[in-house]
């Protein structure tokens, strides 16, 4: 098994990088920005350039792993009011046309909570909100057995008991980006997770001390 992990230098991405990297699980990490990479990622991790944008680097990079975990976000600075619909849209369809002819056998997207609203404040960004949920569509539509992850504001810090629940469940809380990392590669060895939606947040006063499977809902 190797995972790819799109938006690793992401700071939920390089969590992610750094659990599979505690897990002794081969990674390899897509980036669209290599000496970013060098600067965030620790030394020694198999870093390719890919951008979800420019669908010809995605198909030799797909081709390198078998498990895909996609930690994207549009960036309002970087990435301007198109991105949502560039990065957290089209990306997705770029991924999934070049995961239908790798070999992917997995893949966890990292969406959010509240999806499925349209009237929510954070569509004033570019309605990103609506165009997570409709990359999400396809990674459901595609074939391609899969997770999709959506969690609360995301913490720098923190701990906690991480709460899950399915789809149009839980509309607010938050979790700190090491367990949504956490979450993410419970989501590519269980089975049980796998052709769903877990919308996850976390509970600070609850011990950390449960197994994902006791987690699902
Ligand atoms: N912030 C919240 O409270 C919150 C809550 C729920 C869900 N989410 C979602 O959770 C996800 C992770 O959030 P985060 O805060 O960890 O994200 P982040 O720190 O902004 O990282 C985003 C990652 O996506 C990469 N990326 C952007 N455009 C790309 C492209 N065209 N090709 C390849 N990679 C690209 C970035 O690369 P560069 O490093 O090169 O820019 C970066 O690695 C996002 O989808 C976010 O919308 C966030």
Redesign the pocket.
């Known amino acids: 098994m190797t995972i790819l992990v ?9 969590r992610i990088v750094a659990e599979l990297q505690r897990r002794e699980m081969p990674v390899r990490v ?4 290599e000496a ?1 990479a060098h600067q ?1 990622l620790p030394p020694g991790v198999a870093v390719q350039v ?5 669908p010809e680097t995605l198909a030799p990079a797909l081709a390198e792993g078998d498990r895909l975990v996609v ?5 309002p600075a ?2 301007g009011l198109f ?1 949502p619909l ?3 849209f089209e ?1 997705t369809r770029n991924l999934l046309a070049a995961a239908q002819t790798a070999r992917i056998q997995h893949m966890v997207l ?4 509240c999806v499925s609203r349209l009237l929510h404040p954070l569509n004033l960004f570019g309605l ?1 909100l609506y165009w ?1 949920r409709r990359g999400e569509r396809l990674l459901e539509a595609s074939g391609i057995p899969y997770t999709i992850v ?6 720098e810090e923190g701990g906690g008991r991480p709460i899950l629940q399915n789809a149009d469940t839980l509309f607010e809380g ?1 979790i700190p ?1 090491t367990l ?1 990392a956490r979450l993410c590669v419970d989501a590519i060895l269980e089975p049980r997770a796998h052709n769903r939606i877990l919308e996850a947040i976390a509970d600070p006063n609850l011990p950390d001390d449960l197994p994902f499977a006791e987690l699902l809902p």
Request: aromatic share 0%.
């Open positions: 799109v938006g690793g230098t992401g700071r939920t991405g390089r897509l980036v669209r920005d970013l965030v890919a951008d979800v944008t420019r930690a994207t976000g549009a960036n970087k990435d991105g560039r990065i957290d990306g990292v969406s959010s909570l990103v997570k959506r969690p609360g504001g995301l913490k938050s980006r949504v």
